[in-house]
């Protein structure tokens, strides 16, 4: 079955950067894109970027996008999001996340999040 | 851009009875909504796509329904597991998501 599992916990200072993985299993790697997504506490969910895993191409939300990269490792079936110049308001929890192959495009397979803390 | 107002912020209600969650877009979307299960320390889990149809797994007794900026998202009979917060989606490559009902138990 589709598994994502992220790596874990982070604490950050501000202006530090954090890289997180998001390892995938069950399927064809190459054949989904990858999203990443985050949830401040107390907040809804907000869409920061996806990678074309087969081809390496990305985009980005424009409100991060000048902070904001995803990669991926085919290799590994891995693939990276760094958010640099933190602030404190970049204390979430993030998600990768996949389409489901059933359901027409909405995002069925979740990894279980990372927590992110920006704090001095 | 398209925004999404979820109603009731909070709905209070027993075991047993019938949960109806609203959302409404702020331009008409089709029937490209999808409805979002989270409970607390969990990811979201996708439990309706374009507006009515159920992901796999999600039990018969949720549906939505609704189309253009009014969305309905039905319980019939509440289970324990069903508190939790919901979102709605607009499916598209970004989002986005509704703020959230919260759905308690009275």
């Known amino acids: 079955q589709v598994k994502l599992v992220q790596s874990g916990i982070e604490v950050k200072e501000p202006g530090a950067s954090v890289k997180i993985s998001c390892k995938a299993s069950g399927y064809t790697f190459i054949s989904y894109d990858m999203h990443w997504l985050r949830q401040a506490p107390g907040q809804t969910l907000e869409w920061m970027g996806r990678i074309k895993v087969g081809s390496g191409i990305t985009k980005y939300s424009q409100q991060i996008q000048e902070r904001f990269s995803i990669t991926s490792d085919t290799s590994a079936t891995t693939v990276y999001m760094e958010l640099s110049s933190l602030r404190s308001e970049d204390t979430a929890v993030y998600y990768c996340?996949?389409?489901?192959?059933?359901?027409?495009?909405?995002?069925?397979?979740w990894g279980q999040g990372t927590l992110v803390t920006v704090s001095s | 851009e398209i925004e999404f107002t979820q109603s009731p912020a909070t709905l209070s209600l027993s075991p047993g009875e019938r949960a109806t969650l609203s959302c409404r877009a702020s331009q008409s979307i089709g029937r490209y909504l999808g409805w979002y299960q989270q409970k607390p320390g969990q990811a979201p889990r996708l439990l309706i796509y374009d507006a009515s149809n159920r992901a796999t797994g999600t039990p018969a007794r949720f549906s939505g329904s609704g189309s253009g900026t009014d969305f309905t998202l039905t319980i019939s009979s509440l289970e324990p597991e069903d508190f939790a917060v919901y979102y709605c989606?607009?499916?598209?490559?970004?989002?986005?998501f509704g703020q959230g009902t919260k759905l308690e138990i009275k």
């Open positions: 989606q607009q499916r598209s490559n970004w989002g986005p």
């Open positions: 996340a996949r389409i489901s192959a059933d359901s027409n495009g909405y995002w069925g397979h």
